[in-house]
């Protein structure tokens, strides 16, 4: 069983640490993704009493007590982390799992899967905030990859400068040398159905 990597700061170490201690003797902290893998994926932490832990559950030691993390929820919370920040407005736990909608992908991957990857971690959360999505359809010979806009992304008249300027850019960046290029399918397919 690999042990994943969830870094979690002095801060938060601490803030869990005062927290536990009123609660039972040997509660630690659970810390899990609902919907993994998913574009919806939201990641939280909860108490952990003794007797809610599962045999398959990964254990990880830190100052004071242990965060306990399930299987499911494994893959998809490495390189977490967890802070305990203060500012103006109050103190607050703050949570980042850059894995939580898609687990990660190796490099000697595919190509797509790897694209695929930077989409659904990356690209998609900024789309999101506007409604829309995109999904890879296909990586031509020549190296460009081809995508599908769903959503609110779909006949929007802003998709060609989205497309453009921000998903091409980013994604040719990431794969400098193996992407040349980035179409929105209905370039490809151009029909009167996208427009109600």
Known sequence: MATIMISISETAQVHFKKLLENQAENTNIRVFVVNPGTPGAECGVSYCPPDAVEESDVQLPFNGFSAVVDQESAPYLEEAEIDFVTDQMGSQLTLKAPNAKARKVSEDAPLAERVEYIITSEINPQLANHGGQVMLMEITEEGVAILQF???????????????????????????????????????????????
């Open 150 to 196: 769903g959503g609110g992304c779909n006949g929007c008249s802003m998709v060609d400068v989205t497309l453009k300027d921000g998903i091409e850019k980013q994604l040719l960046e990431q794969f400098p040398n193996e992407l040349t290029g980035v179409k929105d399918v209905t370039e490809h397919q151009a029909g009167e159905h996208s427009y109600y």
